[in-house]
């Protein structure tokens, strides 16, 4: 029996998502940008995908631009936003010390090019400091980015708030909504961001596809030239079949927001306290509330991650110490140091994210091999094992 509980780092393609691709690729190979009837075929397909992704997030269709996967649309929120209002004076970007690599590696390039970077802090559950965002704006901020929600926390940050300051201060606000988009309810309208970036393997969609709603009106530097696409937001041929992926997998998504979330958030709390009964000095990182329903994030006392990562794949459990992105790195979570985890605490985290496979029995199986693996390497740890 294997048991997948590493959603965060990508999920399944759904089987009606993958027949759906599979008759694209097969019958609509034309280029989209054609005026003739393979073309129109395409540019069809194209445009029912931009509509399922408008309506997961509430936005207008002409509002959504189709990207290669998550890490491109933040990089065309941010590097976008950033140039196109640099000649405005306004250089200045602030971001949060718990962002994904894809806004960290974007931000530390834009400061090396003379933009001005404020990273502002987290307390101990993993929420951002409004106050610090308050008291980092400035005349000349041109971009707020904070994640929606946290990938190796699951904790959901108060986009909301901070968008308004952002807003009275003249400022920009995007936020990454990979980990939340297709899982929790969703409405740019009602979070006040001009920019949003999602990412479809997250939600049961293909690699390859990700979005970015950038609202009416806001301007934006392409990050990549050569073409019209997007209207000239994002140069180069469509990939027809992913971006159609995208868009099923968005439709199939929301219809499970009224039950799924609820079911989920049951399963991870029942894991979460079964664990941390039956294993003693073993800590929740990140606030119990408000978070993603799939996702917690445990520190077992005297336990190397990695360790326990590889312990519990030989158990059939598959889960991550993080964000896949960072894997193979000897380094502690950025996420778990910026909340003031010890160097300890922080190598001994594992992330259970929980998915659509998930069930009862299966939770039961990771839960006793868990418990099993983790007891196990704490009695070698202590020289019980010797």
Not at 26 to 40: E, P
Not at 190 to 211: E, I, M, N, Q, R
Not at 231 to 247: C, D, H, K, L, Q
Request: glycine residues 10%; neutral net charge.
């Amino acid at each position: 029996m294997r048991i997948y509980l590493d959603h965060n780092a990508t999920t399944p393609p759904r089987p009606e998502v993958v027949d759906l691709m599979t008759r694209v690729l097969r019958d609509a190979w034309g280029n989209a940008s054609s005026v003739h009837a393979f073309g129109q075929q395409a540019k069809a397909a194209l445009d029912e995908a931009r509509s399922r992704v408008a309506a997961l997030i509430g936005a207008d269709t002409t509002e959504v631009v189709l990207c290669g996967s998550g890490t491109e649309s933040d990089n065309l929120a941010i590097r976008g936003a950033a140039e196109a209002q640099a000649d405005t004076g306004r250089r200045h970007l602030i971001t949060t010390a718990i962002e994904h690599e894809a806004v960290r590696a974007t931000m530390a390039a834009l400061g090396r090019r003379g933009f001005r970077i404020t990273t502002v802090p987290v307390d101990d559950s993993g929420i951002v400091s409004v106050d610090a965002v308050r008291d980092a704006l400035s005349p000349d901020t041109a971009l707020v980015s904070v994640m929606h929600a946290n990938n190796e926390l699951g904790t959901l940050q108060p986009i909301a708030e901070i968008a308004a300051l952002a807003r009275d201060a003249g400022a920009l606000m995007h936020t990454d909504a990979v980990q939340t988009a297709g899982r929790v309810p969703l409405d740019v309208r009602a979070l006040g961001v001009d920019l949003l970036t999602l990412s479809a393997h997250k939600f049961y969609g293909p690699k390859g596809a990700g979005a970015l709603f950038t609202r009416r009106g806001v301007r934006l530097a392409p990050t990549l030239t050569g073409g019209r696409q997007e209207r000239g937001r994002r140069s180069g041929t469509e990939p027809v079949a992913n971006y159609a992926g995208m868009g099923l997998a968005a439709e199939l998504a929301s219809a499970t927001l009224t039950d799924e979330p609820a079911r989920l958030a049951a399963l991870r709390d029942r894991l979460e306290q079964s664990l941390l009964h039956a294993l003693p000095d073993t800590l929740r990182n990140g606030a119990e509330s408000p978070r993603v329903p799939n996702t917690t994030n445990l520190s077992f006392a005297g336990v190397e991650s990695e360790s326990l990562l590889i312990g519990l794949d030989l158990e059939g459990v598959a889960v991550s110490s993080g964000s896949a992105c960072s894997s193979g790195t000897l380094e502690p979570s950025h996420v778990l140091r910026a909340m003031g985890c010890s160097h300890a605490r922080a190598l001994g985290s594992v992330r259970f994210s929980l998915g659509a496979s998930t069930t009862d029995a299966a939770l039961d199986h990771a839960i006793a091999a868990v418990t099993r693996v983790v007891s196990r390497l704490q009695g070698v740890a202590s020289g019980g094992g010797r």
